[in-house]
């Protein structure tokens, strides 16, 4: 299928266009972990200079498509496709037929500013329990959990509960429900700290999911914000009229 | 409420994350079109290199929380929320109060490829009509969106099509009914093309949604492609058990 052209695109721009169509058509015959030819072959391959060739192969490398081991490029693994779905990163993972792991980064006393307070229905100064995860897919990174709790509805949790395992079920076992999530769905960028855990560039673009799930009762049951790598997520939701 | 302090947290990545809480909270005492504080005023303020302010600063206006306005920088309007819904573009914008505009791009003819006949269920090298539009809410460009469209189904489309309104209500005119829709949701960085229908920087992250639609017949309908800037746009999505 070929590219339109338009009023809007300059030589400059469809150059790129071009072998960007072209790396593609490449990528899209190779599989993962095929090693992919250096930014000089492919300069002279595509008969182009090699800062198109490298703005290009940036691209890839942002989307996840490509990813460097050492010296050499190779095709990256395919994205993990997880649900839009009120059930936890696990349970996602799991129905995927991936392992999910998770990377502890700590456990961190707060008192809840007024924000907090309107959000989980607390009053401002109740002391709020947050919990900080790297999550992982076939031990991949691929987000940053941080989950905030009413302290004073889920006692002992820190000594008691196995960071490895999900939180969402833990809460269960507590005999309160999920009936309700509403989540705001962004594109960021990680900062150094988030980038370091994630072990990606600051340039990747991330989702920033921030969520509030609400119990039987209608409360506040967690404030939950996940920052997810878009290099290695898609989300995908089914609607129906 | 205090950032918490751990393990992976050097020096450098701590003094640019108490920059970004004080420029964060700063923001919240401002409103839309305030006059922001030049990078030298804040590095002298916060007592730290302005490398470390310009860093901070360009996060802010990659997120879409600042902008310039010609030699100033000013607090930017926020970003509008979207509901992840089955409707059109323009009716979501309605619901909320703004105004939703059009800006055609082209109609371009197409021939099908393996690829998109298998996505359309229609044969190898038949017809395809694609419509390419940017999307404006309250004059602002937030969208770019591409439409594919078996040519069959549509005779006439092209002519008798007013690009400004609503695709969604002429294909629902036709009698056809909108039944179903899958979507992915990636995000990604604009190539330099779209960068520039979307007047963005080609670092600013972007929302990109893929949606099939499905009829009553579950026949697919359309093969849409929606890049959302995302420094302006926020999708919400509720769930329930």
């Given at each position: 299928m070929?590219?339109?052209?338009?009023?809007?695109?300059?030589?400059?721009?469809?150059k790129h266009q071009v072998v960007r169509a072209q790396l593609d058509h490449l990528l899209d015959g190779?599989?993962?972990?095929?090693?992919?030819?250096?930014e000089r072959d492919l300069a002279e391959r595509f008969d182009v200079a090699r800062e198109t060739v490298r703005q290009a192969l940036r691209e890839l490398l942002l989307a996840g498509r490509i990813e460097r081991r050492g010296r050499?490029?190779?095709?990256?693994?395919?994205?993990?496709?997880q649900p839009l779905a009120m059930g936890s990163y696990t349970e996602a993972a799991l129905a995927q037929g991936l392992t999910a792991g998770r990377i502890m980064v700590g456990w961190t006393d707060l008192v809840a500013d007024?924000?907090?307070?309107?959000?989980?229905t607390?009053?401002?100064g109740a002391p709020v329990l947050q919990l900080e995860r790297v999550l992982t897919t076939d031990g991949f990174r691929v987000g940053l959990e941080t989950t905030r709790l009413p302290a004073h509805r889920y006692p002992g949790l820190a000594d008691s509960f196995d960071y490895r395992s999900s939180l969402y079920a833990e809460i269960r076992r507590r005999g309160i429900a999920f009936t309700r999530t509403v989540d705001t769905i962004e594109t960021t960028l990680p900062d150094a700290r988030e980038?370091?855990?994630?072990?990606?560039?600051?340039?990747?673009?991330?989702f920033l999911l921030n969520r509030i799930s609400y119990d039987q009762n209608d409360v506040p049951i967690e404030q939950r914000r996940s920052l997810y790598r878009g290099d290695r997520m898609t989300f995908t939701t089914t609607m129906r009229a």
């Amino acid at each position: 299928m070929v590219e339109p052209m338009t009023a809007t695109a300059e030589p400059r721009v469809l150059k790129h266009q071009v072998v960007r169509a072209q790396l593609d058509h490449l990528l899209d015959g190779m599989i993962e972990g095929d090693s992919f030819p250096s930014e000089r072959d492919l300069a002279e391959r595509f008969d182009v200079a090699r800062e198109t060739v490298r703005q290009a192969l940036r691209e890839l490398l942002l989307a996840g498509r490509i990813e460097r081991r050492g010296r050499t490029t190779v095709v990256a693994r395919p994205k993990v496709v997880q649900p839009l779905a009120m059930g936890s990163y696990t349970e996602a993972a799991l129905a995927q037929g991936l392992t999910a792991g998770r990377i502890m980064v700590g456990w961190t006393d707060l008192v809840a500013d007024e924000l907090l307070a309107e959000t989980l229905t607390i009053d401002v100064g109740a002391p709020v329990l947050q919990l900080e995860r790297v999550l992982t897919t076939d031990g991949f990174r691929v987000g940053l959990e941080t989950t905030r709790l009413p302290a004073h509805r889920y006692p002992g949790l820190a000594d008691s509960f196995d960071y490895r395992s999900s939180l969402y079920a833990e809460i269960r076992r507590r005999g309160i429900a999920f009936t309700r999530t509403v989540d705001t769905i962004e594109t960021t960028l990680p900062d150094a700290r988030e980038a370091a855990l994630l072990t990606v560039d600051t340039r990747t673009p991330m989702f920033l999911l921030n969520r509030i799930s609400y119990d039987q009762n209608d409360v506040p049951i967690e404030q939950r914000r996940s920052l997810y790598r878009g290099d290695r997520m898609t989300f995908t939701t089914t609607m129906r009229a």
